[in-house]
């Protein structure tokens, strides 16, 4: 069984940074990409980051330039660093894998709040 472990939220002031980190553990086969998405109160859950088998990120318009994806590949471990936060950063951080064996397989972690302050 697959599991992920997110840690690293809490809450920060307005323009000041948080790293959250995802652990997956169990048997992972022909990881496709990790990455990072989040749910404001009330919101829809949205596409944060992602990094892919061949460690290429792709970042949401919204946090461009500020936030980082990146892996520990032997780990299984993804990063999110982000930067210059602002109070619509605020919400749930929800880390997945998506893995392909004999089908697509994704999994989710449990989350992890972050909060911003003005």
């Known amino acids: 069984q697959v599991q992920l472990v997110e840690s690293g939220g809490g809450l920060v002031q307005a323009g000041g940074s948080l790293r959250l980190s995802c652990a997956a553990s169990?048997?992972?086969?022909?990881?496709?990409?990790m990455g990072w998405y989040r749910q404001a109160p009330g919101e829809e859950r949205e596409f944060v980051a992602l990094i892919n088998r061949d460690d290429a990120p792709t970042v949401a318009d919204s946090v461009q330039g500020r936030f980082i994806i990146s892996r520990d590949n032997a780990k299984n471990i993804v990063y999110l660093q982000m930067n210059s936060m602002s109070p619509e950063d605020t919400g749930v951080y929800f880390c997945y894998v998506r893995e392909t064996a004999f089908r697509i397989n994704t999994y989710w972690g449990q989350g992890t709040q972050v909060t911003v302050s003005s």
């Open positions: 169990g048997r992972l086969l022909n990881v496709i990409d």
